[in-house]
């Protein structure tokens, strides 16, 4: 049973490199989120994808694309990196539930290092 | 704004002391609660929600919240804590629609032997 799978678990990259994390779930969620981590700051919401075909932007999206491929899969893609982006990425998601209450299952993250 | 508070960055207990950890939210109505735990390099896991109803929540691991609508805080508990409960602690609030969650800044424990 993987839950939130993250790929790959740790990059280095130089300034103005692109990249591209990856996040699947085999848990029939309908919703997929995507935050960085950062010393003293929590989790913050970067984008979100509420149900397939549907993304939407979060606290944090300056910098970043993503794309929801299907269901499973809902990708995270630096343009050109740049050293405050450093930091660890987590992926989650969530069954769609009335009133959207339902928990967020989270990967193991990616940590990422830009030069 | 809506908003998570977590006043402790960091608390140091003895094994087999008690543990309250603090949350304050800021919010116009109730919101859906959670606290999740975060162990050294892994992702998040979570330990217990609160909804509506039953102001106390139990959860995994020994772990309680209690609910107080009048002070605003969702504070997590542990009669006992074992030295393998050394981890950062997230409170966490439900905003708007699509489970969108917004977290506290984390406290991190650490538990004397």
């Known amino acids: 049973n993987a839950g939130v799978t993250q790929t790959p678990k740790f990059q280095v990259l130089k300034t103005g490199q692109s990249m591209t994390l990856q996040c699947a779930q085999d848990m029939n969620h309908n919703s997929m989120y995507w935050y960085r981590q950062d010393p003293g700051m929590g989790l913050r919401l970067i984008y979100y994808s509420a149900s397939e075909g549907t993304t939407d932007k979060g606290e944090v999206p300056n910098g970043y694309n993503v794309s929801r491929l299907n269901k499973r899969e809902f990708s995270l893609r630096l343009e050109s990196a740049a050293p405050s982006q450093t930091s660890v990425y987590f992926c989650?998601?969530?069954?769609?539930?009335?009133?959207?209450?339902?928990?967020?299952?989270f990967g193991d993250g990616t940590r990422l290092s830009i030069l | 704004a809506q908003s998570v508070t977590q006043p402790d960055i960091h608390i140091t207990v003895s094994e087999g002391a008690s543990l309250e950890l603090r949350c304050n939210y800021s919010y116009g109505a109730t919101p859906y609660l959670f606290w999740y735990v975060q162990s050294p390099g892994q992702g998040l896991q979570l330990l217990l929600k609160y909804f509506s109803g039953d102001t106390l929540v139990q959860g995994i691991k020994g772990f309680e919240a209690e609910f107080k609508r009048s002070q605003s805080s969702f504070n997590l508990r542990k009669p006992s804590v074992h030295w393998s409960d050394a981890a950062e602690y997230f409170c966490a609030a439900l905003t708007g629609t699509a489970s969108k969650l917004t977290f506290g800044t984390g406290t991190r424990l650490q538990v004397m032997l």
């Open positions: 989650a998601s969530a069954r769609a539930g009335r009133g959207g209450n339902q928990p967020q299952h």
